[in-house]
């Protein structure tokens, strides 16, 4: 992608909707009768496009910082989430960066 003139790569990803919060993976899982090998994107992307249907917006997430495994984006106040409904720190906000903010579109 080029955005303002520098050159960005993305990564994309579907994003589901539960309980108030977009979960997508942050990984790539590669199986197969033997093994499965998980590798995080650190080094091949720069930006995560994570596409929800429920919401139907596409959030640009920087791939640095981000835990491998999967991710949470809060797209409901905090204060409407129950405690129960959430077992790890919740993102209400992407962090500003020099390449983009959540929500993209």
Same mark, same amino acid.
């Given at each position: 992608?080029?955005? %303002?003139? @520098?050159?960005?790569?993305a990564?994309?990803?579907? &994003?589901?909707?539960?309980?108030?919060?977009? /979960?997508?993976? +942050?990984?790539?899982?590669?199986?197969?009768?033997?093994?499965?090998?998980?590798?995080d994107?650190?080094?091949?992307?720069?930006?995560?496009?994570?596409?929800?249907? %429920?919401? @139907?917006?596409?959030?640009?997430?920087?791939?640095? &910082?981000?835990?491998?495994?999967?991710?949470? /984006?809060?797209? +409901?106040?905090?204060?409407?989430?129950?405690?129960e409904?959430s077992?790890?720190?919740?993102?209400?906000?992407?962090?500003?960066?020099?390449?983009?903010?959540?929500?993209?579109?």
């Amino acid at each position: 992608m080029d955005i %303002d003139g @520098e050159f960005v790569r993305a990564q994309c990803k579907t &994003g589901r909707l539960r309980r108030g919060v977009i /979960l997508f993976n +942050t990984q790539s899982v590669q199986s197969n009768m033997n093994r499965t090998v998980a590798r995080d994107y650190t080094d091949e992307a720069d930006l995560f496009l994570v596409y929800c249907a %429920d919401t @139907e917006r596409i959030y640009a997430v920087p791939v640095d &910082g981000v835990a491998s495994g999967y991710m949470r /984006l809060g797209v +409901t106040p905090p204060s409407t989430i129950r405690p129960e409904a959430s077992t790890g720190p919740v993102i209400t906000s992407c962090p500003d960066s020099s390449i983009g903010r959540a929500p993209l579109l």
